[in-house]
């Protein structure tokens, strides 16, 4: 397992068992983000479900901007630099525009 994979598996199973649901707002957003900042699509699609039915628009629009960026480059380019990975010229457009959250 990858060194943050751990808090990913936490984040599944409180969902797959439904302790989110005696969380507060607050809570369920925290166990929410290894799920946001992965960057497995399928992780994040199901951050943007998550963040979407826990009733938080602000949230749930960063939420879609971190899916979309995984979505198009299957991973964040402005982790690169730190993980030791080289950025396609559009990689750094993207990181330049803003999104290097």
């Not at 990913?8 to 707002?25: D, E, N, P, Q, S």
């Not at 960063?62 to 982790?79: E, K, T």
């Not at 993980?83 to 010229?89: A, E, I, N, V």
Request: charged share 30%; net charge positive; glycine share 8%.
């Amino acid at each position: 397992m990858r060194p943050t994979g751990w808090r990913r598996a936490i984040t599944r199973g409180a969902l797959k068992r439904g302790w989110h649901r005696r969380l507060t707002r607050t809570q369920r957003q925290f166990l929410l983000l290894p799920l946001m900042h992965s960057e497995d699509i399928a992780d994040q699609r199901r951050s943007v479900r998550q963040f979407a039915a826990n009733g938080d628009a602000g949230r749930k629009g960063f939420a879609r901007s971190h899916c979309r960026m995984v979505a198009r480059f299957g991973r964040f380019p402005h982790r690169n630099a730190v993980l030791g990975r080289r950025s396609s010229p559009v990689e750094a457009r993207a990181v330049a525009s803003g999104n290097a959250w």
